[in-house]
Every structure is written in structure tokens, then in C-alpha cells.
């Protein structure tokens, strides 16, 4: 079941969470206003973002920007999570000041890829 919460001021998407069982809403060439975080669980698949393809297996995060570009397709089932969340989810809470406090995230979370890229443990703990 999807938790979706709507910004109730311009009735746009302000979060998202939910699991999906095929890529049909990947398939075609896409830009959201807002960040995703996909998982991607079972089965391969191919990654379109930005101006380069990617051929990836099971068991992947992949994280977009705002307006950045990207389709997914999978010649068997994909199943996964995806996560998205507008850049304005965070305004005025207590967590955009914890963001704040930890300006090195961005730098954390690419060596966290880095080693998992590598097939190293590793956890990322925010």
C-alpha cells in the first residue's frame, strides 16, 4: 500500500512511498519535479539517465534529481520500492536542520556507493 502525502497548499505530490511489482510507470522517457530513490530488488534491468545507459542487476539503489531525465526497463518482472519526496518536504521541520548539521552527507552516502559498488559491508547510519 502507497503512503502519499499531498502539499495541501498547490496540491502537488510532497511524498511518496511504495512498492511495485512491475516497471510500467519506468518505461518511458520521464522527468519529475521532485527527488526519487528507487530500489530495485529482482532481475536485471536497463537504466536510462541522462545521456547514458546502464545494465545493472538485482539489488540496486538509483537516486534522481529534480527534472533528471531516466526510464527503466527489464526484459523479465522487476519488483522494487520507490521513495519520492519534493524539495520542499523538508522546509520548516526539524529535519531540515538536521540536514544542515550534517553537510558532509552527500560526500557519506557516494563512499557508501562506492563500497557497495565494491561488494564491501558497509552501513549508512544518518
Not at 511518496?16 to 536485471?44: A, G, P, T
Not at 526510464?71 to 522487476?78: D, H, L, P, Q, Y
Not at 522494487?80 to 522546509?91: E, T
Not at 557497495?116 to 552501513?123: A, D, G, I, L
Request: proline fraction near 2%; glycine fraction near 2%; hydrophobic fraction near 45%.
Amino acid at each position: 500500500m502507497a503512503q502519499i502525502i499531498i502539499n495541501k497548499q498547490n496540491d502537488e505530490l510532497a511524498f511518496r512511498l511504495e512498492r511495485f511489482n512491475n516497471l510500467n510507470q519506468f518505461d518511458h522517457l520521464q522527468r519529475k519535479n521532485y527527488y526519487s530513490i528507487i530500489l530495485l530488488c529482482s532481475n536485471s534491468f536497463n537504466l536510462k539517465v541522462d545521456f547514458s545507459e546502464y545494465q545493472l542487476e538485482a539489488n540496486h539503489m538509483i537516486c534522481l534529481s529534480p527534472y533528471q531525465p531516466f526510464m527503466i526497463t527489464s526484459k523479465g518482472e522487476c519488483s522494487g520500492f520507490i521513495l519520492n519526496f519534493h524539495p520542499d518536504f523538508f522546509v520548516h521541520t526539524a529535519i531540515k536542520m538536521k540536514l544542515k548539521q550534517k553537510a558532509c552527507f552527500l560526500v557519506i552516502f557516494m563512499d557508501y556507493l562506492i563500497l557497495k559498488s565494491q561488494k564491501k559491508h558497509c552501513f549508512l547510519i544518518l
